[in-house]
C-alpha cells in the first residue's frame, strides 16, 4: 500500500513538473502573450481533467473579457471572446483576490466556498495552501449553475502588482482540488505574470521602434529631398499618430508681431 502511495506521489510531482517545464519552455520560446495563454489553459486543462480552462482578463473600466479558453469535448459551451460587466465580480470578491490572492473553490452539490489566502496581509509572506470553506452564497452558487458549472477552481493573476486577470477552471460534474493540484495552478499563474511583464516589455519596444521609424519618415521628407514634401511629411504625421486627419500651417515670419515683454501670452 505505501509502495503504490509513494509511486502516486512521484507520478503527481512528475506530472506538475512537466507541466510547469512546458509552460516555462513555452515563455522563453515565444514573445507572443496570446499564443503563450493559448497554450497554457491546454496544458492546465489536461493535468486537471476539467471541462473548461479559461483565462479572464480585466479591462481599465473593471469589465473583463475571456481572452484564451481549452474545452474538454464541448462538455460546456465555449465562452472565449465574450465581455463581462465590472460587477460580474461582486466587490468584496475582487478586493479578497487583489488583497490577499485568495484562491476560490466551488462546490455547488456542497454547498460550499473554499478560500485559501495566498498572502499574509501583513507581512506580504506566502501562506500555507490551507483551504477554508464556507457555505456559498445562493447567488453565486445559481450564478454557477446556470452555467452548467458544478465545481470551479479561480486563481488571480497578476502582473507585478496590478491584479490582471483570472485562471478560472469548470466542470459540469462534483470535483474535488487536490492540494497538489492547487499548488500547481498558482505556479502557473506565478509563470503568466512573468509573461505578462515579457510582453509588456516586448509591446513598449515595438511602439518605440514604431515612433523611431515614423520620426524618421517625417525627417526624410522634410530634409533629404531637394524640394521640401510637406504633403508626404504631413501623411507620415498622420499616420505616426493614428489621427483621422491633419493641417499644416505655416507662418511668415517677418508678418508675425512680437510679444512684447509682460504679455499674458508669454
Not at 497554457?40 to 476539467?50: C, F, I, P, R, Y
Request: glycine letters at 6%.
Amino acid at each position: 500500500m505505501d509502495s503504490l502511495k509513494n509511486q502516486n506521489v512521484i507520478k503527481v510531482r512528475y506530472d506538475r513538473a512537466n507541466l510547469l517545464s512546458r509552460i516555462a519552455n513555452r515563455i522563453r520560446r515565444s514573445l507572443e502573450l496570446p499564443e503563450i495563454l493559448s497554450a497554457t489553459v491546454a496544458e492546465v486543462q489536461s493535468l486537471l481533467g476539467t471541462d473548461r480552462v479559461k483565462i479572464y482578463k480585466f479591462h481599465s473600466d473593471g469589465s473583463g473579457e475571456v481572452i484564451a479558453e481549452s474545452i474538454n469535448d464541448n462538455r460546456l459551451p465555449s465562452l472565449l471572446g465574450l465581455h463581462f460587466p465590472a460587477d460580474d465580480i461582486p466587490p468584496h470578491a475582487r478586493e479578497l483576490f487583489a488583497q490577499v490572492q485568495v484562491r476560490s473553490i466551488v462546490d455547488v452539490a456542497g454547498g460550499l466556498l473554499g478560500q485559501s489566502p495566498h498572502l499574509d496581509t501583513v507581512s506580504g509572506e506566502l501562506l500555507p495552501d490551507e483551504v477554508r470553506y464556507s457555505p456559498i452564497d445562493p447567488c453565486h452558487a445559481e450564478y454557477l449553475t446556470a452555467m452548467g458549472v458544478k465545481a470551479s477552481l479561480v486563481v488571480p493573476i497578476f502582473h507585478g502588482a496590478e491584479f490582471w486577470g483570472l485562471l478560472v477552471s469548470h466542470h459540469s460534474e462534483c470535483w474535488s482540488v487536490a492540494e497538489y493540484e492547487l499548488q500547481a495552478v498558482q505556479m502557473v499563474a506565478d509563470q503568466l505574470g512573468v509573461a505578462i511583464a515579457q510582453s509588456t516589455l516586448l509591446a513598449q519596444a515595438r511602439a518605440k521602434a514604431q515612433r523611431e521609424a515614423a520620426l524618421n519618415r517625417v525627417a526624410a521628407a522634410l530634409h533629404s529631398q531637394s524640394a521640401i514634401e510637406l504633403q508626404v511629411a504631413l501623411t507620415e504625421s498622420v499616420a505616426a499618430l493614428d489621427a483621422a486627419g491633419g493641417r499644416l500651417c505655416i507662418f511668415d515670419s517677418s508678418k508675425v508681431t512680437k510679444k512684447r515683454e509682460g504679455s499674458p501670452w508669454l
